[in-house]
């Protein structure tokens, strides 16, 4: 079965530095979506992409997020600076318009 | 705007007991109606699906009615085993639109 890859699957790391997290999607698929997860907030979508194009970020802060798709075989989310704050579980998930949505593992991030 | 809200947990029964987690939407339109299932440790992964009114999603032993006229989608299973142990997503996506939108999630626990 084709599988959305997520690297790495652990990070931790000091506060301050930059964190970069790195998604294989499903080959073919159109969307890519990025999710942060949390005990408190559950399920929060944080950027997505159609045919890499970046269409809706809205939920990502700006200031120190950022999202994109160099190719359609790679998305990547960083975060510079990285605060404790951003210690949750990151995940991908690629699909096709209007259908469900295949996920990753998740990145479990730690930043003491 | 559109939302999911499903029942709160901890969801704690014995095994081979009856399951109903409660879901209910909002939603401008007309929109295609999910599970998802997360075992610990892995991302999520699609459980069961409706498209339509009265449509019925059904799934390893669980199923869900897509029923408009109580904007619900309520998730069921007869016989419940310790291995359903998990967090539970109730979630749309709107026709026109490629986003998913998550309730917070339900964690089951079976106890054997």
């Known amino acids: 079965d084709a599988r959305v890859t997520q690297t790495p699957r652990h990070k931790v790391t000091e506060m301050g530095q930059e964190v970069t997290m790195r998604c294989q999607p499903i080959l073919g698929h159109n969307t890519v979506f990025w999710y942060r997860q949390t005990m408190m907030q559950g399920l929060e979508l944080l950027a997505y992409?159609?045919?890499?194009?970046?269409?809706?970020d809205s939920g990502m802060p700006k200031d120190r997020f950022s999202a994109e798709m160099p190719d359609a075989t790679l998305a990547t989310l960083k975060i510079q600076p990285s605060e404790p704050r951003d210690s949750a579980v990151y995940f991908c998930a690629s699909g096709f318009t209007g259908g469900k949505e295949h996920f990753g593992d998740g990145t479990r991030l730690s930043i003491l | 705007g559109d939302s999911v809200t499903q029942m709160e947990g901890p969801v704690t029964l014995s095994e081979e007991a009856f399951l109903t987690i409660n879901c209910t939407y909002t939603?401008?339109?007309?929109?295609?109606l999910f599970w998802y299932v997360q075992y610990p440790g892995e991302g999520l992964q699609l459980l069961l699906k409706?498209?339509?009114?009265?449509d019925k999603g059904s799934n390893k032993g669980f199923e869900a009615t897509y029923r408009k006229e109580t904007t619900s989608f309520h998730l069921e299973k007869g016989s419940v085993q310790v291995s359903d142990s998990a967090v539970y997503f109730c979630?749309?996506?709107?026709?026109?639109?490629?986003?998913?939108?998550f309730g917070k999630g339900t964690r089951l626990h079976i106890l054997p």
């Open positions: 992409f159609r045919n890499r194009a970046p269409l809706d």
């Open positions: 979630a749309l996506i709107l026709n026109r639109d490629d986003k998913i939108i």
């Open positions: 409706a498209t339509k009114a009265d």
């Open positions: 939603a401008t339109g007309y929109p295609s």
